[in-house]
T-cell receptor, first 113, second 115 residues
Framework: GNSVTQMEGPVTLSEEAFLTINCTYT??????LFWYVQYPGEGLQLLLK?????DKGSNKGFEATYRKETTSFHLEKGSVQVSDSAVYFC????????????FGRGTSLIVHP | EAEVAQSPRYKITEKSQAVAFWCDPI?????LYWYRQILGQGPELLVQ????????DSQLPKDRFSAERLKGVDSTLKIQPAELGDSAMYLC?????????????FGPGTRLTVL
């Protein structure tokens, strides 16, 4: 079956620090990969996505590169802000079968001023 | 900007009661998803519709949960009877065609508390 594994949180950083949140996956078929962000009490919002190997998704200073050889899609940002404090979810949809989405458990990010 | 609408935003009920949640996807989106998100965990897919047909409901506890999307537009998720373990956030999402490259757009969710 399909699965997504994210690094355990919370990740606690000072403002302007470099961020990496690790995500690895297993999938039958050829997946698209997504990062979603969830602010307290809200639904999920798409942050970025990549649909084929070596693609780089980017948005709001966040980046992630689809690495097929390491089955990874790590999220990075060069300089975090307090407003980036949220929970980040890595997800995939595999191309084989019924396109059922699979989410990771989420990684909480806390940014201090 | 079009959004996925959900109601109610919050629901408190006693165990053994019936509850229902409503979702209105973005206009023109053929695929609709219901997820359950337990605090501190990722969303778990309960049911996926393509138009009015169920694509997957393998994780839906069918003895107590039901979902319908009769006209292929809005959808209702029902729990009867509710149990303490059903306390969670229920999220609805929609996507244009449900292919593996499609982006899902999420609603704000319904927070259910079962007492």
């Amino acid at each position: 079956g399909n699965s997504v594994t994210q690094m355990e949180g919370p990740v606690t950083l000072s403002e302007e620090a470099f961020l990496t949140i690790n995500c690895t996956y297993t999938a039958t078929g050829y997946p698209s990969l997504f990062w979603y962000v969830q602010y307290p009490g809200e639904g999920l919002q798409l942050l970025l996505k990549a649909t084929k190997a070596d693609d780089k998704g980017s948005n709001k200073g966040f980046e992630a590169t689809y690495r097929k050889e390491t089955t990874s899609f790590h999220l990075e940002k060069g300089s975090v802000q307090v407003s980036d404090s949220a929970v980040y979810f890595c997800a995939l949809i595999a191309s084989g079968g019924s396109y059922i989405p699979t989410f990771g458990r989420g990684t909480s990010l806390i940014v201090h001023p | 900007e079009a959004e996925v609408a959900q109601s109610p935003r919050y629901k408190i009920t006693e165990k053994s009661q019936a509850v229902a949640f409503w979702c209105d996807p973005i206009s023109g989106h053929a695929t609709l998803y219901w997820y359950r998100q337990i605090l501190g965990q990722g969303p778990e897919l309960l049911v996926q519709f393509q138009d009015e047909s169920v694509v997957d409901d393998s994780q839906l506890p069918k003895d107590r949960f039901s979902a319908e999307r009769l006209k292929g537009v809005d959808s209702t998720l029902k729990i009867q009877p509710a149990e303490l373990g059903d306390s969670a956030m229920y999220l609805c999402a929609s996507s244009l065609a449900g292919t593996f490259t499609d982006t899902q757009y999420f609603g704000p969710g319904t927070r259910l508390t079962v007492l």
